[in-house]
């Protein structure tokens, strides 16, 4: 078997993603649905064409789930070492991980098989270090109010069936030629609805693992990012209090109120296009950190080598 070009894939991948990287796994699924609903065109193709687009579909979204959470950092990336990752390491992938070409997220993402559905639970519970399959069966759907309103999946033995039917037909479909139609149209649809079941509660359990109860309408966002403003705020405030210790000067006092009025100007510069949009708070409130993390981030860099000195 001919070594495969791990790099190079992954590059090529990038290019075709282009700049923005797509995650509407839920609505594409849902336009597999409708396609058959419209009953237009040959639905016998149709129906053989999409068991293997939803596999695929299952796959880029494990995949870029695992590429997210890898290069989040600890503990995800420790956990990643315990993955069958097939990675041949050479100079040239070590020097696109050095520069920044291609994530180590990326490279372990596109380096491990997904052609079973075990294998893709056995990647979640390892990376997120919880059973997920029994998060899968908890995992309920939230609303805006403050109660859940019900199960995302209600019979998990009920997904799991059709999830690894989908899997075989898929490999049926793909590597054989069978003689005779190796499933059932009423199949398609179970398919289709078990595959968005199962992103709506992956997604889930993921964002609910990495950011909590994670605010869900447009005014808990406004508050949740003005709070996290406001704490990074709060470190840089610390920060300049003790580079005029170690330095005996007030001078970045000065200078910080000088720059604290370009981050409000930058901050209202990019969000002029949202006008009195509701959303332009959230906008601002996370432009406003980033500008003040990159702050953060230089004046660390000033104080350690002023210290080393």
Same mark, same amino acid.
């Given at each position: 078997?001919?070594?495969?070009?791990?790099?190079?894939?992954? /590059?090529?991948? *990038?290019?075709?993603?282009?700049?923005?990287?797509?995650?509407?796994?839920?609505?594409?699924? %849902?336009?597999?649905?409708?396609?058959?609903?419209?009953?237009?065109?040959?639905?016998?193709?149709?129906? %053989?064409? =999409?068991?293997?687009?939803?596999?695929?579909?299952?796959?880029?979204?494990?995949?870029?789930?695992?590429?997210? /959470?890898?290069? *989040?950092?600890?503990?995800?990336?420790?956990?990643?070492?315990?993955? *069958?990752?097939?990675?041949?390491?050479?100079?040239?992938?070590?020097?696109? /991980?050095?520069?920044?070409? #291609?994530?180590?997220?990326?490279? =372990?993402?596109? !380096?491990?098989?997904?052609?079973?559905?075990?294998? =893709?639970?056995? #990647?979640?519970?390892?990376?997120?270090?919880?059973?997920?399959?029994?998060?899968?069966?908890?995992?309920?759907?939230? !609303?805006?109010?403050?109660?859940?309103?019900?199960?995302?999946?209600?019979?998990?033995?009920?997904?799991?069936?059709?999830?690894?039917?989908?899997? %075989?037909?898929?490999?049926?479909?793909?590597?054989?030629?069978?003689?005779?139609?190796?499933?059932? !149209?009423?199949?398609?649809?179970?398919? #289709?609805?078990?595959?968005?079941?199962? #992103?709506?509660?992956?997604?889930?359990?993921?964002?609910?693992?990495?950011?909590?109860?994670?605010?869900?309408?447009?005014?808990?966002?406004?508050?949740?990012?003005?709070?996290?403003?406001?704490?990074?705020?709060?470190?840089?405030?610390?920060?300049?209090?003790?580079?005029?210790?170690?330095?005996?000067?007030?001078?970045?006092?000065?200078?910080?109120?000088?720059?604290?009025?370009?981050?409000?100007?930058?901050?209202?510069?990019?969000?002029? *296009?949202?006008?009195?949009?509701? =959303?332009?708070?959230?906008?601002?409130?996370?432009?406003?950190?980033?500008?003040?993390?990159?702050?953060?981030?230089?004046?660390?860099?000033?104080?350690?080598?002023?210290?080393?000195?």
């Amino acid at each position: 078997m001919a070594h495969r070009d791990r790099l190079n894939e992954i /590059l090529e991948i *990038k290019e075709r993603s282009g700049r923005h990287r797509r995650r509407t796994f839920k609505w594409d699924l %849902e336009r597999l649905g409708q396609m058959r609903a419209d009953e237009r065109g040959d639905q016998e193709l149709l129906d %053989e064409l =999409i068991p293997a687009r939803i596999v695929t579909l299952l796959e880029v979204f494990v995949r870029t789930w695992i590429e997210e /959470l890898v290069d *989040k950092g600890a503990p995800y990336v420790e956990r990643a070492a315990s993955l *069958k990752a097939e990675i041949k390491y050479d100079f040239a992938i070590a020097r696109s /991980l050095h520069g920044g070409v #291609v994530t180590v997220g990326q490279l =372990i993402a596109h !380096s491990i098989s997904l052609n079973r559905l075990e294998a =893709i639970f056995a #990647v979640f519970e390892t990376l997120l270090g919880v059973n997920f399959l029994d998060e899968l069966g908890r995992v309920r759907r939230r !609303s805006i109010t403050e109660t859940p309103i019900g199960p995302i999946i209600e019979e998990l033995p009920v997904l799991r069936r059709s999830l690894g039917r989908l899997f %075989e037909l898929r490999h049926i479909l793909v590597h054989e030629l069978p003689a005779k139609r190796p499933f059932e !149209s009423a199949e398609i649809g179970e398919f #289709v609805e078990a595959a968005q079941k199962f #992103v709506e509660a992956a997604d889930e359990i993921i964002n609910t693992i990495l950011y909590g109860e994670y605010p869900l309408t447009q005014a808990e966002m406004n508050t949740a990012s003005g709070a996290d403003f406001l704490a990074a705020d709060e470190e840089l405030s610390n920060l300049c209090k003790e580079i005029a210790r170690v330095s005996t000067s007030d001078t970045i006092f000065a200078v910080q109120e000088h720059w604290q009025e370009f981050r409000r100007m930058e901050a209202d510069r990019q969000t002029e *296009k949202f006008g009195r949009g509701t =959303i332009r708070p959230t906008i601002r409130n996370v432009i406003s950190q980033d500008l003040t993390r990159a702050r953060i981030a230089e004046l660390k860099r000033w104080l350690e080598n002023e210290q080393d000195e």
